[in-house]
């Protein structure tokens, strides 16, 4: 019996495992590659951008110059989330 249990489930993993293989990525956390409009590469502050933690990983000081890819935002997500 427990053969042919064992045979049972290794058949339905294998066949869910191939049906799963046919489909793209089409869940949630799909990637999809675009190009993002508008962006352009600054230099700021590493400070303005960086916690102290983030500062201290780095090995960086908060008035280092950093190389960051600005991506264009509205007014209230610039008033409501920079750091």
């Known amino acids: 019996m427990k053969v ?3 045979s049972l489930v ?3 993993l ?7 293989s046919n489909f793209p990525e089409t869940h949630q956390n799909a990637s999809v590659e675009r ?4 962006t352009q590469q600054i230099q ?4 303005k951008v960086l ?7 780095a090995g960086l ?10 991506f264009p935002t509205s007014e ?8």
């Open 61 to 70: 000081s908060a008035d280092d110059l950093i190389t960051v890819t600005s």
């Open 10 to 12: 290794a058949l339905a």
């Open 44 to 47: 700021v502050k590493a400070g």
């Open 35 to 38: 190009p993002a409009p508008n």
């Open 76 to 83: 209230w997500a610039k008033t409501h989330y920079e750091r």
């Open 14 to 20: 294998a066949t869910g495992a191939a049906s799963a």
């Open 4 to 6: 042919i249990t064992a």
């Open 51 to 57: 916690t102290s933690r983030e500062l201290h990983s």
